[in-house]
């Protein structure tokens, strides 16, 4: 059990460009989530998958947000055209489906992202 | 409209005596609360937590109350340590209906000095 992973730690990039973001969880967890935290903030909720299918996104997802996760494994988030609204720490993520364990979430480090 | 408050952005202690950090909820759906411990620079790590059905929880030196009827829990740590400074948050889910997704508090700095 290595923990949850994200790759990159750090990303720096211009408005307007494209960036993504790819998130290893906990190998037997079926649950995947992605959080953003701004400064002085805790964790938001951003999006939700089961396996490989998305079953929630919250309203601060926009347009410019997409996230997937193919065969059920790593998941990926992508921001296009990005703000510098949108600089944060996106946080992953995940959990195993069992009764007594549902809740409890396992985060990742974390990828800082700054739009400059 | 914040549905989890911690309304001690922070707080000081001397080493060996109780950390009491608090926290405040407003939705009566939620059924499960969680502590997390934040270092700089890396992700919030599961400390302990509580089902609704409790109104308390012992971990080692860490302490979950809960008291239902004034929607409030407290993190106990007895005794605190240096390496117990960090940011404490408090979550709460409200279970499978809301994906068991998790709405945190902002956080409370707590220094342990030495």
């Known amino acids: 059990d290595t923990g949850v992973s994200q790759d990159p730690r750090h990303k720096i990039t211009k408005r307007g460009q494209n960036v993504t973001f790819r998130c290893d969880p906990i190998s037997e967890h079926n649950r995947l989530y992605w959080y953003r935290q701004t400064l002085g903030q805790g964790p938001e909720f951003l999006t939700y998958?089961?396996?490989?299918?998305?079953?929630?996104k919250s309203r601060l997802l926009s347009d410019r947000f997409s996230a997937e996760r193919p065969k059920g494994s790593f998941s990926t988030l992508e921001i296009q055209r990005t703000e510098q609204g949108d600089s944060a720490m996106y946080l992953c993520a995940s959990s195993l489906a069992a009764r007594r364990s549902s809740y409890e979430q396992y985060f990742g480090p974390g990828t800082r992202l700054t739009v400059t | 409209d914040q549905q989890v408050k911690q309304n001690s952005p922070s707080l000081s202690v001397q080493e060996g005596r109780i950390s009491i950090l608090n926290c405040d909820y407003t939705?009566?759906?939620?059924?499960?609360f969680l502590w997390y411990k934040k270092y700089p620079a890396e992700g919030p790590t599961f400390l302990i937590s509580i089902s609704s059905i409790k109104d308390k929880n012992e971990d080692g030196r860490f302490t979950v109350f809960l008291n239902k009827s004034a929607k409030h829990l407290s993190l106990h740590i007895v005794p605190s340590q240096p390496g117990d400074s960090a940011v404490y948050f408090c979550?709460?889910?409200?279970?499978?209906?809301?994906?068991?997704?998790?709405?945190f508090g902002k956080g409370t700095l707590l220094t342990v000095n030495p």
């Open positions: 979550a709460a889910s409200a279970g499978g209906g809301s994906n068991y997704k998790l709405t």
């Open positions: 998958f089961q396996n490989e299918a998305q079953l929630e």
């Open positions: 939705n009566s759906m939620f059924d499960y």
